[in-house]
DNA sequence: GCGTCGAAATTGATATACTAGTATGACAAA
DNA sequence: TTTGTCATACTAGTATATCAATTTCGACGC
């Protein structure tokens, strides 16, 4: 992998955890000598996490990473529900023996991690799951288009607070979608996967009481 | 604008209207001195039209005109028939007198430039449909996400031969949308957009023929 | 308090050079 | 003839230094 790709990975990942907070500075030249490489990997790197709307570079200014577009977050919610009432309903027509083991075998992980009370890696499960159910599809691209919409989404979560019990219900949420897949029922399927896109919206108002400024 | 954009939207355009062929060589030192400037902005235009999928960058190989992946296709109309659903059912709800207006001069200027047999123009025309009623409905991102998805359809329509009459069955497709969307009919402006969109599935099968190298 | 000027800072672009993979073709060996 | 190896040329990736263009912001004068 090249330089560049390696800077844009660590920046991107440091964004999304809000390791670098929303509206922090980010200087080509400082990042340069932190990540000891010259500043044309460095400025590759944040052109790209500009085109994901990560960072906002304002010419001969400065660069900075990106607020929260509160106002961007509807329309994320309401573009990833399209695309995963797609997957969701093609997957239940389509869904073989092995792909609801599949299913299954992700699940289960989930339920392991729920009871260690692992949030990573339980999160990492929820996304297999999701891109489990665009490639039973046979729409890997869907779960690719998600995952760029979904992002400002994900980083608004993170500054909610963890909700006692969260992850067995995400896990029941889960196996509920998994059942209707399994039985091949499309409208249930599509039923159970948007009461668990749903349940996923943060609460905006409260967000911006408690960090003002970390959004746009 | 910078250098950089400027020259992205050249190698767009002109690779979208297959002025450049899927296949060919881009060079990075050739297109500096072509365009006179250095390699720098070249290859941050480079990089985005990777990222948009447009050319493929092998690392210290080559850079090319990406082939068009067939094989994506369906998946890329599956992807805007699920969001122009999702915009077009909002819009038939919450538009207004202002907004079938808008849609009316837009029909209006595309029956002017289809008597003219403009293509280019109407084609432009057509864009703007789809976007006023993704703006319609409260969602102009989705808009967006449209664009970046259906390139590779474009691309592949352009090589399709013009049917004679097109332009005027486009319009009347565009027209059956209009009046769904004003009388706020949700379910036949949805099947409306519906027939709209599975009409512009190009033949696959015929441009592999005429043109095997172009695609993946 | 307000407007203006100018220095500092930052990204945008250039030029050059070097590195490290990759493709190519010639050539030798089987 | 086929196969394997090697030398070569070529390309993108990175480094570095420098200048340009623009914005930001504080000092200064009014």
């Keep these: 992998m090249t330089t560049a790709a390696a800077i844009y990975q660590q920046l991107h990942a440091a964004i999304i955890s809000l390791e670098l907070q929303p509206g922090m500075p980010l200087q080509e030249k400082v990042l340069a000598e932190e990540f000891g490489v010259s500043r044309t990997p460095v400025r590759e790197a944040l052109l790209r996490l500009a085109e994901a709307g990560l960072v906002e570079i304002f010419p001969q200014s400065g660069t900075f990473v990106s607020r929260i577009p509160l106002s961007a977050i509807p329309e994320a919610v309401v573009i990833r529900k399209s695309l995963e009432r797609t997957t969701v309903e093609r997957a239940a027509q389509v869904a073989a023996a092995e792909d609801i083991a599949r299913l299954d075998a992700i699940i289960a992980r989930q339920r392991a991690h729920a009871s260690l009370s692992d949030a990573s890696l339980f999160y990492a499960e929820d996304e297999a799951f999701h891109e489990a159910i665009s490639a039973i599809a046979g729409y890997p691209g869907i779960w690719t288009l998600v995952k760029t919409v979904k992002l400002q989404i994900d980083r608004a979560r993170r500054l909610t607070l963890p909700v006692p019990g969260r992850m067995a219900t995400v896990t029941e949420e889960h196996t509920a979608i998994r059942d209707a897949i399994a039985a091949h029922d499309v ?17 905006v108002t409260a967000l911006r009481q408690h960090h003002p400024d970390y959004f746009a």
Tied chains: 1, 2.
């Design 187 to 203: 409208k249930s399927a599509c039923e159970a996967m948007m009461r668990h896109l749903g349940a996923v919206i943060p609460d």
